[in-house]
T-cell receptor, first 113, second 116 residues
Framework: KNQVEQSPQSLIILEGKNCTLQCNYTVSPFSNLRWYKQDTGRGPVSLTIMTFSENTKSNGRYTATLDADTKQSSLHITASQLSDSASYICVVTRNTGGFKTIFGAGTRLFVKA | SQTIHQWPATLVQPVGSPLSLECTVEGTSNPNLYWYRQAAGRGLQLLFYSVGIGQISSEVPQNLSASRPQDRQFILSSKKLLLSDSGFYLC???????????????FGPGTRLTVL
């Protein structure tokens, strides 16, 4: 069954600290993996995309990694800011006819001053 | 540049009343269009997607329906709302270019629906 699981469900960190969010998937055949950031009450916005051959991608203070063998991805946030408080959603797309995107439930990150 | 609009931003409706949420996209042609629902504290659930005018695919059986009367217009409807229809509804679009793996979806601002 094609699934995307994220952990932890929620996370509280102090401003300036680093954190890592996890994503495990069982999606096949794999096409790509995206991390989205969703601010409260807003639509998600893409942070990074990685295909099978890529194992790391950075976007400012966000660094995503991908291990296609173990089907795991992580999103590392460096020097967190209050504005990083949001839900982070892992999305995996299948390489199949048409399109098929599978969303994780997200990790809710709270950054405290 | 492309933009996506949704309205209304918030809506409070009684059980049994009809629903119509509208989504329009500007700055692109023949986009793929999507409707998602997000329950409080939960992940996004794909409700419908469309690859062209009049072409609607439903992902889950439910009380809702979707229509695409124009290339860049996507409408979510219900004849009679249920309490369980409450949630945050998001419309999204993606490029319809064939052969691309960059299938990023661009989301609208969402509609917060409360059914009482």
């Amino acid at each position: 069954k094609n699934q995307v699981e994220q952990s932890p469900q929620s996370l509280i960190i102090l401003e300036g600290k680093n954190c890592t969010l996890q994503c495990n998937y069982t999606v096949s055949p794999f096409s790509n993996l995206r991390w989205y950031k969703q601010d409260t009450g807003r639509g998600p916005v893409s942070l990074t995309i990685m295909t099978f051959s890529e194992n790391t991608k950075s976007n400012g203070r966000y660094t995503a990694t991908l291990d296609a063998d173990t089907k795991q991805s992580s999103l590392h946030i460096t020097a967190s800011q209050l504005s990083d408080s949001a839900s982070y959603i892992c999305v995996v797309t299948r390489n199949t006819g048409g399109f098929k995107t599978i969303f994780g439930a997200g990790t809710r990150l709270f950054v405290k001053a | 540049s492309q933009t996506i609009h949704q309205w209304p931003a918030t809506l409070v409706q009684p059980v049994g009343s009809p629903l119509s949420l509208e989504c329009t996209v500007e700055g692109t042609s023949n986009p793929n269009l999507y409707w998602y629902r997000q329950a409080a504290g939960r992940g996004l659930q794909l409700l419908f997607y469309s690859v062209g005018i009049g072409q609607i695919s439903s992902e889950v059986p439910q009380n809702l329906s979707a229509s695409r009367p124009q290339d860049r217009q996507f409408i979510l409807s219900s004849k009679k709302l249920l309490l369980s229809d409450s949630g945050f509804y998001l419309c999204a679009w993606s490029s319809h270019l064939s052969g691309t793996v960059d299938n990023e979806q661009f989301f609208g601002p969402g509609t917060r629906l409360t059914v009482l």
